[in-house]
């Protein structure tokens, strides 16, 4: 277990260097140079709110409004991606990564261009109703939820409009979740970024690949229970490590 030190640093470039089939799997802590923040750790959200009262989906039911009026105070909608994304963008332009596995709901890894990104917690940049089920564009509702907070579905006024993340206590989308087992089964290589690797089953992504061969290499600004299983460890900012790494790999 290493800081970003140089040697660390080769070690990574060379283990990424060697990919043929490598993923990434990202976490809050690859967003936060972006400016928006983590949740466990050192300066987490949820070390300053109960995750059950402002996340789980049984207090998003019994009280939508609570969730939107964090929103209409909290939400970030002028991030942009920082050197990390771009570092996963020209990592997968030079053929040592398949997809981006993200378990944020932010969307600046499409932002940043990575062509392929499975999204295990859905996206922040759709509601859904759950009335009636129809969906909408997040600009829309947060619209809405600007002129009446909490806003009500635009097509059936039901009172439930929620953003389509994975709240706790629901299930992961069966779609993104497949997608990622099967690229983690394949891969030889699997790069995790800004993840404590603490929430199940997303976790179980690092695990499988784990099982089947590949080779973890991990940057974290602080330690994970994955660490002593990693072939590389890097404590560090992903926005400062991951750059090294790829200009290492350009200079050959
Ligand atoms: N660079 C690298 N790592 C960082 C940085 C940074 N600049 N800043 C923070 N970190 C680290 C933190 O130390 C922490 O270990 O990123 C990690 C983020 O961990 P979490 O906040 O637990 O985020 P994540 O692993 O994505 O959580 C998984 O939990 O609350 C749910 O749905 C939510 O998707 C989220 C899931
Ligand atoms: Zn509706």
């Not at 759709?126 to 939820?145: H, S």
């Amino acid at each position: 277990m290493t800081t970003a030190t140089d040697a660390a640093v080769t070690e990574l470039a060379g283990l990424l260097g060697r990919a043929r089939a490598g993923i990434a799997f990202t976490g809050a802590g690859i967003s936060v140079e972006s400016g928006i923040p983590h949740f466990r750790g050192k300066g987490g959200l949820w070390t300053k709110f109960d995750p059950y009262k402002v996340a789980h989906i049984d207090t998003f039911r019994q009280d939508p409004a609570q969730y939107w009026t964090y929103s209409l105070n909290h939400r970030r909608t002028d991030a942009e991606p920082n050197p990390a994304h771009r570092a996963l963008v020209d990592l997968e332009r030079r053929g040592h990564l398949r997809a981006v596995v993200t378990q944020n709901t932010d969307g600046l890894h499409q932002k940043a261009g990575s062509s392929q990104v499975v999204e295990l917690h859905g996206t922040s940049h759709g509601v859904v109703c759950l009335d009636c089920e129809q969906r909408f564009p997040r600009a829309q509702i947060d619209r809405l939820n600007r002129e009446h907070c909490p806003p009500s579905c635009p097509a059936c006024g039901g009172a439930f409009l929620k953003p389509t993340v994975v709240l706790f206590g629901e299930a992961l989308p069966t779609e993104a979740l497949q997608e990622a087992q099967s690229l983690a089964l394949a891969a030889d290589v699997m790069l995790i970024v800004g993840s404590s690797l603490q929430v199940y089953p997303a976790a179980a992504i690092p695990r499988l690949a784990l099982e089947h061969g590949a080779e973890l290499g991990i940057v974290n600004a602080e330690a994970t229970p994955f660490d002593g299983r990693a072939s590389v460890v890097i404590y560090g900012k992903a926005g400062e490590v991951l750059p090294q790494v790829v200009s290492q790999i350009a200079a050959g």
